[in-house]
């Protein structure tokens, strides 16, 4: 039988050994730290961003529980808990918000996020250097570019009474076109848009995953008789699929958000019953009708509701055998 002094010291042994291991841990940590010291200074930038921008300020989600008010401040404003997201909730306008940001995204997700992925496979086709620096200059220009230029060429070509469109519709005999009042087309303005401007610049991830492949799986193919698109088929499109998944769950975390700029550029008094979105609905009771603390919860909200869309999509894709993001 053990005695209490036969215990004691294998005790006294175990805790030494965990202690030495923690030291030695925190020690290749630093060392790690020191030799990579360049590497983190230059995430430092990075760092300070997320944590000034995004993280300091999730502090203030506090006042969507609150009825807050700028005199009183955080601390002392009254506690009134879920009583701004049933309000939320029971408001008619919450099925039309909710109705407009699902189906811009959707249609964003379903015709804009597979252009880049194809732009990609054209490009990593083109042998001429030259050409394909050109053309991807070309592409990559409308990103750089800010929503109102963006929506002030629109304007220019598809306005009813001055733009290039109609023009040429009303010199060949066609009837002029409303494109920018008719709420059966705004969807469609908006997914042309975001199509033109950040098509060229969504290719930069999937070209350099592209880059990664080894060129002996192509070879060893072509050897094999495959012809061009076989060789996208089982092997460019099988390397990269990886990055389409990551790129994916990470797009459908921010499904609830579709750009404020781009939809109040857009938006007027005849679309306004299919443009209204979350944004802008923040936007005109919180900077404009000042209900401050409601228009948090109206934040929150979209929040919540893209952290579970990006878990949910998170596992779906661990259970058809990828990675994910975590």
Do not use: C
Not at 138 to 152: E, K, T
Not at 224 to 250: E, K, M
Not at 305 to 316: D, H, T, Y
């Amino acid at each position: 039988m053990l005695t209490k002094t036969d215990v004691q010291p294998n005790q006294n042994s175990t805790w030494n050994d965990m202690n030495e291991m923690k030291k030695k841990k925190s020690t290749l940590i630093w060392q790690g730290i020191k030799r990579d010291k360049i590497l983190y200074l230059l995430m430092l930038p990075g760092l300070l961003f997320f944590l000034i921008f995004k993280y300091i300020p999730m502090w203030g989600i506090i006042i969507s529980f609150q009825d807050y008010s700028p005199y009183m401040g955080i601390m002392a404003s009254h506690w009134v808990g879920f009583e701004h997201f049933t309000r939320f909730f029971a408001n008619p306008d919450f099925l039309i918000l909710f109705r407009n940001t699902m189906m811009i995204s959707l249609l964003s997700l379903v015709f804009f996020f597979p252009i880049p992925i194809f732009l990609a496979l054209l490009l990593s086709e083109v042998n001429n250097k030259v050409f394909k620096r050109i053309v991807q200059s070309i592409v990559y220009l409308p990103h750089f570019l800010s929503w109102v230029v963006v929506v002030g060429i629109t304007f220019l070509l598809f306005s009813q009474s001055s733009g290039m469109i109609n023009l040429a519709l009303e010199y060949f005999g066609f009837a002029k076109i409303d494109f920018l009042s008719n709420v059966n087309l705004f969807w469609g303005m908006l997914t042309l848009q975001n199509i033109w401007k950040d098509t060229g610049w969504g290719t930069i991830i999937f070209l350099a995953a592209i880059a990664g492949i080894d060129p002996q799986q192509y070879e060893a193919a072509r050897i094999d008789g495959a012809n061009r698109l076989r060789q996208t088929w089982h092997i460019t499109l099988p390397a990269i699929r990886s990055v389409i998944v990551v790129l994916f769950i990470l797009r459908i975390g921010q499904i609830m958000d579709v750009g404020f700029e781009q939809v109040f550029l857009m938006m007027n008094g005849a679309v306004s019953e299919v443009a209204d979105v979350f944004e802008t609905y923040v936007y005109r009771i919180g900077i404009q009708g000042g209900q401050l603390s409601y228009s948090t919860a109206v934040g929150l909200f979209k929040s919540v509701v893209g952290l579970i869309l990006v878990i949910a999509a998170n596992r779906i894709a661990k259970r058809f055998g990828e990675e994910g993001i975590y």
